[in-house]
Every structure is written in C-alpha cells, then in structure tokens.
Antibody
Framework: EVQLVESGGGLVQSGGSLRLSCAIS????????MSWVRQAPGKGLEWVAN????????YYVDSVRGRFTVSRDNAKDSLYLQMNSLRAEDTAVYYC???????????????WGQGTLVIVSS | AIRMTQSPSSFSASTGDRVTITCRAS??????LAWYQQKPGKAPRLLIY???TLQSGVPSRFSGSGSGTAFTLTISCLQSEDFAIYYC?????????FGPGTKVDVK
C-alpha cells in the first residue's frame, strides 16, 4: 500500500524553526519528484516546494524562498521541509504529495499524506 | 505567476444534477491542468490530470475538458459523496498554483 506519513508539526513562536518529515512506503521513492503543499485554516491549497528525484533541483513559492529548504534522503525513503524564520502566515496544514507518475514533475498529485499542522504564534 | 480563477465560488445542487465548474488560467497553460476534490479534514483527491484524463479509480461521472486558458470539470450525475470543494491546479511552469476552490453543497 502506498503511504505518505507526515510528522513534525506543532506550535512554534514567530521567528522559530520546525522540520517536517514525510515517511514514504509502498513505492520506489527515488523514482519520483516530491512536493510540499500547504493549506491555511479555512483557506485553499498552496504549493510550497518541489524536489527532483536526486535532489539536484529544488523549486519554491516566492513567499518561502530563502526561509524553507526541501530535502530528501532516498536511502531512508524520507522527504523533509526545514522551515526557518517562521511567520504567522505560515500557519497551515502541510501535506507531502507525489506526482502521479515518475515522468511527472509537478502536476497531478496522487497520493497525498494526511497532513501535519503547523501553528505559528505571534 | 499564472493566476487561476474558478467559477462559481460556491453553489447548491441536488443529487442527480449535472454540475459544471469552470477554471480559467491567466495565460496559456496548454493542457497542464488537474482537478482535485477535497472533503473536510481530508487531503485532496486527484480526479483529473492533463485536463481530461480520468485518474485511476475515479468514477466515470467525472470528466474534464478544455485547453489553453479555459477548462471545465463536469459531474454528470451528482452523488451524495460528491458534495465537497473542488480545486483546479496548473502545472505548466513554476510556481504551480491552485484555483481558489468551488464548494458544492446540498440544496
């Protein structure tokens, strides 16, 4: 069974840091681009970051570039999101997601994890 | 960044209705468009990719069409489990962006 399980969310003060993890099982992790997508409470979906299979390419939404870093450990089947200088507007459920095919880079995400909630208090 | 808009933002419908949701891109995205369904407290579910390709396991009452800047998601015969929020997403270029969502609720 394909599974993505996020962890690491929680309550943090503005300016603080958190590291999110996404544990993968049920597919060959190293064959896929991976993504982080977030959703603020009661709001829509926002793509956050993408990382290539070997980690050689990374892309970010402007609002997190320079503060967040996406990484992966293919030996551990794990995806990470290091979040620094957190702001109140980063409060959201963070999902890790996989493109539907190994040939896809950033579209048609399936499956998704269950999400982990990050709350940044000001 | 490419901006995605959806219409309507919300509407009420009844089981059995034919439902159409429109998504527009601020510039040509070819067919690099996906549709998702999201229910409260759950992760989004991929319905359609490449504008018109049905994801495996998704009921055939869902269909997508369009290319360029105008796209539609159609539910041919609304079922009780289809009341949810629907999002479009382009993946033509970075940054990937989602539409604001369309909420379909019970009339």
């Amino acid at each position: 069974e394909v599974q993505l399980v996020e962890s690491g969310g929680g309550l943090v003060q503005s300016g603080g840091s958190l590291r999110l993890s996404c544990a993968i099982s049920g597919f060959t992790f190293s064959s896929y681009w991976m993504s982080w997508v977030r959703q603020a409470p009661g709001k829509g979906l926002e793509w956050v970051a993408n990382i290539k299979q070997d980690g050689s390419e990374k892309y970010y939404v402007d609002s997190v570039r320079g503060r967040f870093t996406v990484s992966r450990d293919n030996a551990k089947d794990s995806l990470y999101l290091q979040m620094n200088s957190l702001r109140a507007e980063d409060t959201a459920v963070y999902y890790c997601a996989r493109p539907r095919a190994t040939t896809a880079t950033n579209g048609g995400y399936d499956p998704w994890g269950q999400g982990t909630l990050v709350i940044v208090s000001s | 960044a490419i901006r995605m808009t959806q219409s309507p933002s919300s509407f009420s419908a009844s089981t059995g209705d034919r439902v159409t949701i429109t998504c527009r891109a601020s510039q040509d995205i070819s067919n690099y468009l996906a549709w998702y369904q999201q229910k409260p407290g759950k992760a989004p579910r991929l319905l359609i990719y490449d504008a018109s390709t049905l994801q495996s396991g998704v009921p055939s009452r869902f269909s997508g069409s369009g290319s360029g800047t105008a796209f539609t998601l159609t539910i041919s015969c609304l079922q009780s489990e289809d009341f949810a929020i629907y999002y479009c997403q382009h993946y033509h270029s970075y940054p990937v962006t989602f539409g604001p969502g369309t909420k379909v609720d019970v009339k």
